[in-house]
């Protein structure tokens, strides 16, 4: 027997799920083809940022496409939490990206100016704190943090909650998510897109690849190399402690439940998610040279894992090759772009067009050839 429906997404972390989401409250009867807990699951091992600043270095409509996230984030948190009574815990509350010395500070200038150089709206919106002025609002950073830049369109969320509430809004809307179901074969039928899982068939008008670094295998199946791999980020993760960071900053952020979390490794050891010393000893020293408080601060989680990276660090959105109305979305920013995701990406793929606006973020960029 073969089940029918208007959309098929494969893959139920953050971005799958987000677009998933979308297509259903667009009318498509859709479902979700999700691997299980064999998957690699970034989404469950994510900082939880929902953040602009430096977003769109070499890509111009990225950070365009970014801040229109970030612009719909309230609103998006407010309707999921209403829906589902779960509270993603999403704050606008800005952001801080730390310099520690006058060279990191001239690296992360250049990177800002370059973008906004571009940039077709806004860009990047910031303030500069000197030493003395970060010390006024942020008295308990080092004294090897010489310059600080703020971004007031930067905020988190719990990417946990963010993950529970889109599973349930999916669900409470009608969605059906098929857990344990691992891709084999992809194929058509007339204008229908066939999907294989094991011993089961699926026929759809809308196919989506979100899989993660799933797409990688899956895209094999049909002779297509993905462009992208595996980068590994490690994690600290602290005892809870009273509230003591007013604000956060891109690799430090306390949780509403008070843990304080620390990372920003990006390392390429392919699949290779194992926590390891010489790179968690990096990352708490620097957590101390940013906050020497931290120092007397208890760590009691630690873990590693597999970002999802295309090759240039941009999303890909693109139509798939001889499939009818198949596209192959990945990303490894599932937070930030979530808002953006449910609303202006699902919308493009119900419509079966993803339009000239987001033709900067398919493979052809990278000169992909299907495997011969």
């Known amino acids: 027997m073969v089940q029918g429906f208007d959309a098929l997404v494969v893959g139920g972390g953050l971005t799958g799920i987000a677009v998933?989401?979308?297509?259903?409250?667009?009318?498509l009867d859709t479902a979700v083809l999700d691997e299980g807990d064999v998957a690699f699951r970034a989404s469950r091992g994510t900082f939880g940022l929902v953040w602009l600043s430096g977003k769109g270095d070499g890509m111009p409509h990225y950070v365009d496409w970014t801040r229109l996230s970030t612009e719909l984030w309230p609103e998006f948190a407010a309707h999921l939490q209403e829906l589902t009574g779960v509270d993603t815990e999403y704050a606008k509350c800005g952001g801080l990206y730390y310099c520690l010395g006058d060279t990191h500070f001239a690296e992360r200038m250049g990177v800002l100016e370059r973008i906004n150089a571009v940039a077709e709206g806004p860009g990047?919106?910031?303030e500069v704190w000197d030493r003395p002025q970060l010390l006024k609002q942020m008295p308990m950073v080092g004294p090897d943090v010489t310059a600080a830049i703020y971004c007031a369109d930067d905020g988190d969320c719990n990417p946990l909650r963010l993950l529970h509430a889109l599973h349930k809004a999916f669900k409470m809307r009608g969605g059906v998510y098929l857990q344990n179901r691992k891709v084999t074969a992809l194929g058509s039928q007339g204008a229908r897109t066939v999907v294989t899982a094991g011993q089961e068939k699926f026929q759809c008008d809308r196919l989506v690849l979100a899989a993660g670094l799933g797409n990688i295998q899956?895209?094999?199946?049909?002779?297509?190399?993905?462009?992208?791999?595996p980068s590994r980020g490690q994690i600290l993760v602290s005892q809870r402690v009273a509230p003591v960071l007013?604000?956060?900053?891109h690799v430090i952020r306390q949780t509403s439940e008070g843990s304080i979390m620390f990372g920003d490794s990006f390392e390429d050891v392919g699949f290779d998610a194992t926590v390891t010393p010489n790179v968690i000893g990096d990352i708490a020293r620097n957590a101390v040279r940013t906050y020497p408080f931290l120092k007397s601060v208890r760590i009691v989680r630690a873990w590693g894992c597999l970002r999802p990276?295309?090759?240039?660090?941009?999303?890909i959105y693109d139509a798939i090759p001889d499939l009818p109305n198949a596209f192959i979305v990945n990303s490894h920013s599932g937070v930030t772009l979530a808002a953006v995701h449910v609303n202006a990406l699902a919308a493009k793929i119900a419509d079966g067009d993803l339009g000239p606006d987001l033709a900067c973020y398919r493979m052809g960029r990278f000169d992909v050839q299907k495997i011969a």
Request: proline fraction near 12%; glycine fraction near 12%; aromatic fraction near 6%.
């Open 20 to 27: 998933a989401c979308g297509l259903l409250e667009r009318g």
């Open 124 to 126: 990047v919106i910031y």
């Open 218 to 229: 899956i895209g094999a199946l049909i002779g297509l190399t993905v462009p992208m791999a």
């Open 246 to 249: 007013p604000m956060l900053s």
């Open 309 to 315: 990276m295309p090759h240039d660090r941009y999303p």
